[in-house]
């Protein structure tokens, strides 16, 4: 069935991909946050309110990590607070409600993929900043909280994964974290598994939105440069320890998916989305 859809933070790496997918099949209203203020509460409940969505996707965030630490106010008024006044619109009008979570609410100490029902325990204040908007988002009735972690691909080489990408098709150095275990998350297929769930009913609540498997970032910069035919790749692993960044990183942040499974959303592994995302990225634009 065809539905109107608001994408908050169109211009965004997750959000332009959603209006391009989406917008294939509903109707799609598409802000950016220079186009709507998120931080002025009346306004954004009043243009919303006149909209009448049926279905609200928040893409828009404040992901820069160690910059939280030191500009606190600016965090907590895009990852929460504003979370707050779009759930709110969402409950009002008893729409849908899909908001964007991240691997770092939790702290890393884990030895297995954490699932959904694990404890959270943020240690920065992005972290805690995006814990507090997924207790907003799940206040509306009809929420999906998606929690998505190293993200790449999308129309712009905006992300990690781009930049090595780039670096080693250029035989430049690549400089990787050895002691950082992430579950990469591919942009086409959180948009798709986003709609599946939208579209099919799925129960409301928290699902861990990532590629199968998990891997560090130096082995995934090797599987790049397997994947762009560099044989001999110039990549240094760097530990945590020594990447003198402000704010802390979860060391182990595998997420699983199985309750995205359990609802029939299968994510594909992550190997298998970079070559899909190297094969679609062509020289000069990753």
Not at 204 to 232: F, I
Not at 253 to 270: F, H, Q, V
Request: one cysteine or more.
């Amino acid at each position: 069935m065809k539905q109107l859809m608001l994408v908050i933070g169109a211009s965004g790496q997750l959000g332009e991909a959603m209006v391009r997918e989406l917008g294939t099949r509903h109707e799609i209203v598409a802000w950016s946050r220079a186009e709507l203020d998120l931080t002025a509460p009346d306004a954004v409940a009043g243009t919303i309110g006149s909209l009448s969505p049926d279905v609200i996707l928040n893409c828009a965030a404040y992901n820069d990590v160690d910059g939280a630490e030191r500009a606190p106010e600016q965090a907590l008024a895009v990852n929460a607070w504003a979370v707050r006044t779009l759930a709110r619109a969402a409950g009002d009008l008893d729409a849908t409600f899909v908001h964007f979570s991240t691997d770092f609410v939790f702290d890393g100490a884990s030895d297995r993929p954490y699932r959904e029902d694990d404890a959270p325990n943020p240690r920065g204040t992005y972290a805690v900043s995006k814990l507090v908007g997924e207790w907003f988002a799940a206040e509306v009735p009809r929420h999906y909280i998606l929690r998505v972690e190293s993200l790449f691909g999308g129309v712009r080489a905006r992300s990690s994964v781009d930049k090595m990408l780039a670096a080693l098709r250029a035989g430049e150095e690549v400089r990787a974290f050895a002691d950082r275990t992430v579950s990469p998350s591919y942009v086409e297929d959180v948009v798709q598994a986003t709609a599946a769930l939208v579209e099919g009913g799925h129960a409301w609540g928290l699902y861990h939105c990532v590629n199968t498997g998990w891997t560090t970032w130096a082995t995934l910069a090797r599987e790049l440069a397997g994947l762009v035919g560099r044989a001999d790749p110039r990549i240094t692993e760097v530990p945590m320890a020594e990447s003198g960044l402000v704010a802390p990183r979860p060391r182990f942040a595998a997420l699983s998916n199985a309750k995205l499974a359990l609802a029939g959303i299968e994510m594909p592994t992550w190997q298998d989305a970079l070559a899909r995302h190297v094969s679609r990225a062509p020289p000069g634009i990753a």
